[in-house]
């Protein structure tokens, strides 16, 4: 997690504290008004039980696992992916999930604790604790703390907003006005205000997706009169600062119509990517009040682009094995780069340079989140260790590769075509295909088992876990007793 700065060390100080240092950036009144309040966090040690690490008693945990998490599931961004691991984790573990009476939890709307399946408030009777909060919301902390303890693990995940616009023309263009009004996302981005109208159904989708998903308040002058984002044209667009590895203290300033990518894999070393501090948008302190209320709430926020190298760092976080997050990508889009690192500058050509650009300046708040926890995330790689991440990830990946041989045909996801059995058939939804996998023929009863964990799409699993928790009751004809005739 890197050095304890001002902003990380609010999850030490009690709400009154927090209080008066986030009213630096705005009054108390507007953070008691949105968020709930500001509230009490401890921030966990980063201590290790993992089979590859290095363990003074190797038979005897170091730390107990971490099992009460909330993850706020972003859209576009790997998260699928995440959630396969939780749903997997907490079935295995028989523990218990804050689950929606569908799939989503009212989703665009803030999350309410009331949409939580067998939530009953104070005083309406007791219920069994909930465990995980996993599942697809506008993150809303004063209701979730409703359903989950304040000492949860809260973690999310990020990713670069071009990459992440790609997926979101591809996937919601039927859902978006702005996206369906559009011939493509390059016509889109060369005129978005041709496209775009604030609060239009579906365009949270189109711009600053990231942001909404966070729940976050857009700054004053973005704000529309149903409440959703709309900047103003700004003729000098911001500047991002970077200080690239090695470069102590000196920094260059980058021009956002340039491309900026972090380095290839976490091998061949990073660009350290600065806070949103250096950005110039017009509502600094505004964002950097967000940036720092979300660092006083989430442990950890996991980067798309660095899947890997972010899952070994979560198992680090939670105490938990290598085994506990070696996976399968789920919910990726064929043709889609979901979970691999960005190709350099040179691996790409002008047009999607440009379209890069102009994706990272439309989404300006999303690419601020990202900039950031880019940021946290090399910060945390730097404290855990280059080298002994670099053999971790290649670890996890090697398992992941054993894994897929063992239980998938073709030891890869298929087009959904060749998947025939149901309980495997991801949902179809936006104009490229979603992957899923087949299983091989011939696995024993705990490998069958292990391996259905493994590729079970995510709506599937939800409802496998709804009725585990929820079990239908049987109703039986009542016994009529027969007349005897004397």
Not at 123 to 151: A, W, Y
Not at 303 to 314: G, K, Q, R, T
Not at 450 to 477: G, I
Request: glycine residues 8%.
């Amino acid at each position: 997690m890197g050095p304890l700065s001002p902003t990380r060390t609010m999850r030490l100080w009690g709400p009154r504290s927090l209080g008066v240092a986030l009213g630096v950036f705005m009054t108390i009144g507007f953070a008691l008004q949105f968020w709930g309040g500001p509230f009490q966090r401890r921030l966990p040690g980063l201590q290790l039980r993992q089979t590859w690490a290095r363990s003074p008693e190797p038979d005897v945990p170091s730390c107990p696992p971490r099992q009460r998490l909330v993850f706020l599931k972003t859209h576009k961004s790997g998260s699928s992916s995440v959630l396969s691991l939780l749903h997997r984790y907490g079935d295995r573990h028989g523990l218990r999930f804050a689950l929606p009476a569908r799939y989503q939890f009212g989703y665009p709307r803030l999350f309410q604790a009331s949409l939580v399946k067998g939530y009953h408030p104070q005083g309406g009777g007791t219920q069994p604790p909930f465990h995980i909060l996993c599942h697809h919301m506008r993150f809303n902390l004063k209701e979730v703390l409703k359903v989950m303890p304040s000492d949860s693990f809260f973690f999310s995940i990020v990713r670069d907003p071009a990459a992440l616009a790609r997926s979101a023309f591809s996937y919601y263009k039927s859902t978006s006005s702005a996206f369906r009004k559009a011939p493509s996302l390059a016509a889109f981005l060369a005129n978005p205000r041709a496209f775009y109208r604030p609060g239009a159904r579906g365009d949270h989708y189109a711009r600053n997706l990231l942001w909404f998903d966070f729940g976050l308040p857009f700054p004053p002058e973005m704000r529309t009169k149903r409440g959703y984002p709309h900047l103003p044209k700004d003729p000098n667009p911001p500047e991002l600062h970077v200080l690239p590895s090695g470069t102590g203290p000196r920094a260059h300033t980058l021009h956002p119509n340039t491309l900026l990518h972090p380095a290839p894999t976490a091998v061949d070393g990073h660009s350290q990517l600065s806070s949103p501090a250096a950005l110039d948008l017009g509502s600094s302190s505004f964002i950097q009040w967000s940036l720092a209320w979300l660092d006083s709430v989430f442990d950890m926020v996991l980067v798309a682009e660095y899947f890997d190298e972010s899952l070994v760092l979560l198992a680090d976080a939670l105490c938990w094995g290598l085994d506990d997050v070696v996976g399968f990508m789920h919910n990726a889009q064929a043709g889609s780069q979901q979970g691999r690192s960005v190709v350099s500058d040179g691996g790409l050509s002008a047009e999607d340079r440009q379209l890069t650009a102009r994706a990272r300046v439309w989404n300006s708040l999303d690419w601020a989140l990202y900039v950031h926890f880019n940021h946290s995330l090399w910060a945390r790689i730097k404290q855990y260790g280059q080298s002994r991440l670099e053999s971790a990830v290649a670890e996890l990946r090697a398992r992941r590769e054993a894994l897929a041989k063992h239980c998938l045909v073709g030891g890869e996801a298929l087009d959904p075509k060749y998947i025939t059995d149901r309980r495997f058939r991801p949902f179809q939804f936006g104009s490229s295909k979603v992957l899923g996998y087949v299983l091989r023929s011939g696995l024993s009863l705990q490998d069958q088992e292990e391996c259905e964990r493994l590729a079970t799409p995510e709506l599937q699993y939800k409802d496998k876990l709804d009725a585990k928790q929820f079990p239908p009751t049987v109703s039986l004809p009542l016994k009529t007793s027969r007349i005897l005739s004397p």
